[in-house]
């Protein structure tokens, strides 16, 4: 059974940037599709950002786009979010999960536990 663990959380100013990782272990997600969704408090889950096994095919939520990005590095078995121009609004607890590339959440077969992210104004 894998495990994704979520971590690089934290507080940062509006504009600043975060970057946080996902590291799996127990079993390897080298060819799994990887996805980062984030919820904040009263909201559904959202989608952020999606990237295929290899990494050279991503996709990304209209809301982040050209602010955050996905990346993996498959040998440490690890996927990153960078994040950059933060803004309140981004404000949320983001999961990182595995298992499909899309989205949609209900797909994926994965999740970690959530690392939080907040940015002040």
């Known amino acids: 059974q894998g495990q994704l663990v979520e971590s690089g959380g934290g507080l940062v100013q509006a504009g600043g940037s975060l970057r946080v990782s996902c590291t799996a272990s127990?079993?390897?997600?080298?060819?799994?599709?990887m996805g980062w969704f984030r919820q904040a408090p009263g909201k559904e889950r959202e989608f952020v950002a999606t990237?295929?096994?290899?990494?050279?095919?991503?996709d990304y939520a209209d809301s982040v786009k050209g602010r955050f990005t996905v990346s993996r590095d498959n040998a440490k078995n690890t996927v990153y979010l960078q994040m950059n121009s933060l803004k309140p609004e981004d404000t949320a607890v983001y999961y990182c999960a595995a298992g499909y590339f899309g989205p949609t959440w209900d797909k994926y077969l994965y999740w970690g536990q959530g690392t939080q992210v907040t940015v002040s104004s």
């Open positions: 127990g079993r390897t997600f080298s060819t799994y599709p």
């Open positions: 990237i295929n096994w290899s990494g050279s095919i991503t």
